[in-house]
């Protein structure tokens, strides 16, 4: 795994001038001739995307008049890249990916905001949020010490599905069945015996029973993990990771429920879901806007199943991003300000779910106006009806969890990245999960070892 230790040290060259930094505290503003503070902000996402922060910071300019903001965005796949390449002069703001947060943060690069987050503002956010962002960079421990972002969002990714062409298809078959819980998960073998009960072919065309499916919701939902608690530790030779590979595998090779892995490449998952080609699929928060500017059918959302192990539980990732700030910038105050309002304020947080882009990170409006539509308007815009489920996955409840994704402890994602490029095989039926499992064990704790090495 040469290539993990490479990657990671090209990274360390690049922070290297503040590796030992405490950052700067930024404590005067550099300000424009007649009295204003310009600062730069730098995104990414869709279209869509890009759209409704322009919005919001629009909205922050008026109530701000003093602080002028720049804001640039580019696509998910660039970012990082345009990012590293400006590590020696980062914008003002910008977004910091959860999977990307334990190098940046140990870097130095990243202003410390616990000396600029005000107590009463930390609590009405999800302590998960917040916990999300916080290292302590003497012991290298995720979750404690400084608050080096805000949170952008917390983005729990769930089943969804084609209410409307669940009832055509139930209609047409004759089969009687009842719509999915919209709070209680099903089991693995219950969820397939649906999938292979609506197995739907009329006049050559086949619409399967679910797009693909999700590795992390399966890992999860198995009591299963990538490596031990310590996350040092390699996790994929437990039994219960096997199974979890296994069940995806089957959903296709044994179920035919799913398009094998050379059909979805030709189409992804929105791409069949939203044109009718299969009944389910996922969806996050943010496929909102999306899904009610594209989609012509009635869907929902529901928990995702989960399997026979012991302790076994519904649970999803949840993704995350941060409004981090750079440590060198010389508008702490403006840019502080700014990342607040994003993350915090009413009005953002009012915008942002109105405009279909995410759950607020306030709770008292996540559980209240959030879930009850409260500014919604128009059919489209009320769907899902369940947005409650994006709420409880977030939360916890007795029925359903949600958790990082697994890039997010580490220092880096190129491990997970060539754990994924190793499973072909397994899809295609060339090897079972046990066997896989068993023969990457050995190449994955290479790569973890490697990871950690350079810091002890």
């Known amino acids: 795994m040469k290539k993990t230790l490479t990657c990671i040290m090209i990274l360390l060259v690049i922070f290297l001038g503040a590796c030992n930094g405490e950052g700067n505290s930024a404590t005067g503003e ?43 965005s580019s696509s998910p796949d660039t970012y990082m890249r345009v990012l590293q390449n400006r590590v020696n002069n980062l914008p003002d703001v910008f977004y910091l990916p959860d999977t990307e947060f334990m190098l940046w943060a140990d870097s130095g690069r990243l202003l410390s905001l616990s000396d600029y987050a005000e107590e009463e503002t930390l609590d009405s956010i999800w302590p998960e949020a917040i916990n999300r962002y916080m290292y302590d960079r003497d012991e290298q421990v995720l979750g404690e010490g400084e608050l080096y972002a805000l949170p952008k969002d917390l983005g729990p990714f769930t089943l969804v599905y084609n ?34 009960t609506i197995k739907y072919t009329k006049s050559g065309q086949q619409i399967f029973g679910i797009t693909h499916y999700e590795l992390l919701s399966a890992i999860y939902s198995n009591n299963a993990d990538f490596f031990a608690a310590d996350i040092k530790t390699e996790g994929i030779s437990d039994i219960n990771f096997s199974d979890a590979l296994q069940f995806i595998a089957d959903l296709y090779l044994e179920n035919y429920v799913m398009p094998s892995p050379d059909e979805q490449i030709s189409m992804n998952g929105y791409q069949r879901f939203s044109t009718g080609g299969a009944v389910f699929s996922f969806m996050g928060p943010w496929d909102s806007v999306g899904f009610w500017e594209n989609l012509s059918f009635e869907y929902e959302v529901i928990p995702v199943p989960y399997g026979p192990a012991d302790g076994a539980e519904s649970t999803t990732w949840v993704g995350s991003m941060g409004f981090a700030i750079s440590a060198e910038t010389k508008k702490a105050e403006a840019a502080y300000k700014l990342a607040k309002f994003l993350s915090v304020s009413e009005t953002s947080q009012r915008m942002s779910y109105e405009l279909g882009q995410s759950i607020p990170n306030v709770i008292d409006m996540a559980k209240n106006d959030y879930v009850n539509g ?25 029925l359903v969890a949600g958790k990082a994704r697994p890039q997010y402890y580490t220092y880096d994602s190129i491990w997970y990245d060539d754990l994924q490029a190793e499973l072909e095989d397994v899809y295609l039926g ?27």
């Open 430 to 456: 060339n090897e079972t999960a046990a066997e896989f499992c068993a023969r990457y064990a050995e190449t994955l704790q290479a790569a973890l070892d490697e990871s950690y090495s350079y810091i002890e």
């Open 163 to 196: 209410k409307t062409l669940f009832d055509k298809i139930n209609t047409e078959l004759g089969l009687g069945l009842d719509y999915p819980s919209q709070d209680t998960p099903m089991t693995w073998d219950s969820f397939v015996s649906l999938l292979e």
């Open 30 to 72: 550099a300000t424009n001739e007649d009295g204003t503070v310009s600062i730069e902000f730098y995104g990414w996402g869709s279209a869509e995307e890009a759209i409704v922060f322009q919005t919001l910071v629009d909205e922050f300019m008026v109530q701000n008049p003093d602080i002028i903001v720049s804001y640039t």
């Open 374 to 398: 409260v500014g919604l308007e128009g059919e489209n815009q009320y769907l899902p009806y369940n947005r409650e489920i994006f709420v409880s996955i977030v939360e916890g409840t007795d």
